[in-house]
């Protein structure tokens, strides 16, 4: 059968949203899509495979200023948030890993030394983690329960001028190859931000091995077994839940981007395997069951981006609350996760080796609707905004 029609649009970009960007945002966005086509795309099937993180790609991704890229000054690019969006979409396109690794080192380590941290710490640590030569990780989750993190059992007590910290930290990406961790900690006058550097004394990282979703990601857990931390490296300008939350709501936002590419990254796959496979006489494509699967793709992702553009809309004039990022991280992730799940059955048998890109990505989107706050808690979270009742 002959197609009798071209598409008159983008598959992955039905509502046209990059038209709606700047000039600087398609440029962001244009060179960090050539990174992943160049630099990404070709080995990440091997590092999922194998259980690799590509470090090698670090000081790539430091050069191309994604590391705290919305940080004004302190070595990193100062762009917008439409623009970490987009970085995010990009990065995720290649795996959820990349994304993970940036969100982690951006969102979740060097914005909270950027907010909460004094003018030292920030000269101290900032330049050198955009730059990837200073590798951060973020210690929230805790062994006996990540969703609910204000009942922490990690605990610091002052001694003189120091900090002793007891207790354990689990799931936590880059851990074991970080040079600093961000480890929130219970103490009396209520959670506080601590600067774990690796050498401490007390300090130590496990693996976490046989993970069958982000395996280019390195997963950790953290033990700090009577770990002296200097009142210098402590966070002086937050205290309470809000620390670590505020910072998971900068995560969040990129993830509600991320996701898209990992769906779009999808979609490709799906629909330049359904138009040249032929059965039955005509390519899978011409059927009514195929395209109304592949349409019903595109819809998700459309509305998926119309989602983050306003979010990111919102985030810029600074005016995003909580509530939204968590209504698009729940919305967002799942659709991806649908995306992903549509395109791997379409492409049958193929679809379960990691030569093809939907198995490694809705593999990797199992990790990301429970991290970051799981799907529950982001619907519990819409949920107690819409009725004032709190149902955790
Ligand atoms: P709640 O009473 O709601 O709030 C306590 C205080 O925090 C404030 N707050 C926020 N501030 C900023 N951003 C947010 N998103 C905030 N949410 C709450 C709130 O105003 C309050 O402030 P104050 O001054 O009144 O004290 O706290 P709760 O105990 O009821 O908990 C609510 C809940 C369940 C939503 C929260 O605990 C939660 O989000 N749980 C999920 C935990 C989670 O997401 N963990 C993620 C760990 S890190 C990770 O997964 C990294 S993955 C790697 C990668 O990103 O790639
Ligand atoms: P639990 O909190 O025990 O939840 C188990 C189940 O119960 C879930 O389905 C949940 O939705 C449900 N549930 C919980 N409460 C309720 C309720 N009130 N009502 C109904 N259902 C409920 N954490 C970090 O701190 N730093 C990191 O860098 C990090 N990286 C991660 C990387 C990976 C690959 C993964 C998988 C996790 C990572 N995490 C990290 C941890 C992640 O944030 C937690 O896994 C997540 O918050 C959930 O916590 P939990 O696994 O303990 O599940």
Redesign the pocket.
């Known amino acids: 059968m002959l197609k009798t029609q071209k598409p008159a649009v983008d598959p992955l970009d039905l509502c046209a949203v990059r038209t709606a960007l700047s000039d600087e945002e398609r440029l962001v966005q244009d060179s960090v899509a050539k990174f992943v086509d160049d630099e990404v795309l070709p080995i990440i099937g091997e590092c999922f495979e194998h259980g690799r993180f590509p470090r090698e790609l670090v000081p790539k991704l430091a050069a191309l200023g994604v590391l705290g890229c919305s940080i004004e000054g302190y070595g990193c690019a100062g762009l917008n948030a439409i623009s970490y969006g987009l970085i995010c979409q990009e990065l995720e396109r290649g795996d959820s890993a990349l994304r ?1 690794f940036v969100s ?1 080192q951006s969102s ?1 380590c060097m914005f909270p030394i950027h907010a909460y941290g004094s003018e030292e710490q920030r000269r101290r640590w900032l330049p050198q983690m955009a730059s990837g030569e200073i590798i951060a ?12 993190p204000a009942n922490m059992k990690t605990y610091a007590r002052r001694k003189g001028g120091d900090w002793i910290l007891n207790g354990s ?7 074991c190859i970080a040079d600093l961790a961000v480890v929130w900690a219970q103490t009396d006058e209520g959670i506080r931000g601590f600067l774990v550097e690796k050498d401490f004394k007390g300090f130590a990282t496990a693996p976490i091995k046989h ?1 069958m ?2 395996r280019a ?1 390195i ?1 950790s857990s953290l033990f700090l077994d009577n770990v002296v931390v200097p009142e210098a490296n402590v966070l002086p300008n937050v205290v309470g839940l809000k620390g670590p939350l505020s910072c998971l709501t900068q995560a969040r936002y990129g993830i509600c981007w991320g996701v898209i590419g990992a769906a779009q990254g999808c979609l490709a796959q799906a629909l330049e395997y359904t138009t040249t496979r032929a059965l039955f006489g005509k390519p899978l494509a011409a059927t009514q069951a195929v395209q109304i699967r592949l349409a019903d793709m595109a819809r998700r992702i459309a509305s998926s981006q119309l989602l983050a553009l306003q979010l990111g809309r919102l985030k810029d004039a600074g005016h995003l609350s909580p509530i939204q990022v968590s209504l698009a991280k729940w919305n967002n992730t799942r659709a991806a996760l649908d995306v992903a799940r549509q395109a791997r059955d379409l492409l049958g048998g193929a679809g379960i080796t990691v030569e093809y890109v939907p198995i490694r990505h809705a593999l990797n989107l199992e ?1 990301v609707v ?8 982001h619907q ?1 979270t819409v949920g107690r905004a819409l009725t004032g009742f709190d ?2």
């Open positions: 993970s982690v979740l990780c973020f210690g929230l989750t805790e062994p006996h329960g990540g969703s609910d930290k689990t799931w936590i990406t880059n851990g993970k979703s982000l990601s997963t990790s429970t991290y970051e706050g799981t799907e529950t808690i519990l149902a955790f």
